[in-house]
């Protein structure tokens, strides 16, 4: 099955080395000054996250992998995630961020489904009546 | 992204209905079609496909443009927008995040070097 997951990528160099960086990256006072007003995180692998927003916006997290100072990834409770990577560089280091969707599932099967259930159409009668299995097929899809 | 849940369920009221279905992937595939296209290769008159058309285009699945005395349909899958919209604004956010971390870790390097200046005795 195609991925329906949509990224969105953004690096940056910063003139401070990795070490300093990564604290930005995991110390919830830092993160203040950057990612989100309020943070709560606890910086282990499986550790959890809480990151709360001006407009009231609350997002939670699980750190999925870390490995300091290099890769810190967090998957967010809406089935996306984020990875930072950190890699030093001549003059500094460079910041990468890679943010991953949650799942935009029915427009992107949308397709497959409707050429299967095409196949199985009755060349004539049928027209307006929906065999069940086929809906009930393209909720399971949707929701896989 | 809460919003998105309700253009969903209008998806799949759209595409309750096999005829519909088909309908969709006789569009997609040729890109874009008209209901007299259709109905020439579909079991179907063209006023059942026009009207078929109709809800599609309500439900936010295609997209009608006129072209002379016929309207012009193509597949817009509405999540798909809604992929456009999460990539414009996390974007943003990050853009915005990034320059917000640059700030800080020069302040927090300025703070830093004032610390450990030696005997800050420029100061």
Same mark, same amino acid.
Do not use: C
């Given at each position: ?144 | ?19 519909? /279905? ?19 290769? $579909?079991?179907?008159?063209? *006023?059942?496909?026009?009207? *078929? ?7 936010? $699945? $295609? ?8 309207? %012009?349909?193509?597949?817009? !899958? ?18 915005? /995040? $990034? ?7 020069? %302040? *927090?390097?300025?703070? /830093?070097?004032?610390? *450990?200046? !030696? ?5």
């Amino acid at each position: 099955m195609p991925s329906e997951r949509i990224n969105v990528e953004r690096e940056i160099v910063v003139p401070e080395d990795p070490d300093e960086v990564w604290e930005s990256l995991t110390d919830p006072d830092r993160l203040e000054e950057w990612f989100a007003q309020e943070v709560e995180l606890d910086a282990r692998p499986g550790g959890e996250g809480v990151f709360r927003w001006g407009d009231g916006d609350e997002r939670r997290a699980v750190v999925r992998e870390l490995e300091e100072p290099e890769r810190i990834v967090l998957d967010w409770d809406d089935g996306g995630s984020v990875a930072i990577e950190l890699e030093p560089v001549v003059d500094g280091t460079r910041v990468h961020v890679v943010e991953s969707s949650p799942e935009f599932a029915p427009a992107f099967e949308l397709r497959t489904l409707s050429l299967e259930t095409s196949a199985a159409k009755p060349p004539t009668p049928g027209w307006e009546a929906a065999p069940p299995e086929a809906a009930l097929a393209w909720t399971v899809a949707a929701a896989a | 992204m809460d919003g998105r849940s309700g253009g969903v369920d209008r998806v799949f009221a759209a595409l309750g209905d096999a005829g519909r /279905r088909s309908l969709v992937e006789a569009v997609a595939t040729r890109g874009t079609a008209t209901a007299t296209e259709l109905a020439a290769e $579909l079991p179907v008159t063209r *006023q059942a496909v026009a009207k *078929q058309l109709a809800a599609l285009a309500d439900a936010g $699945l $295609l997209r009608a443009t006129r072209a002379g005395r016929e309207t %012009r349909y193509e597949v817009t !899958p509405a999540p798909l927008e809604d992929a456009v919209e999460w990539m414009v604004s996390v974007g943003t956010a990050w853009d915005e /995040r $990034l320059a917000a971390l640059r700030r800080s870790l020069g %302040r *927090q390097g300025k703070s /830093r070097s004032i610390r *450990q200046a !030696p005997g800050g005795s420029s100061s």
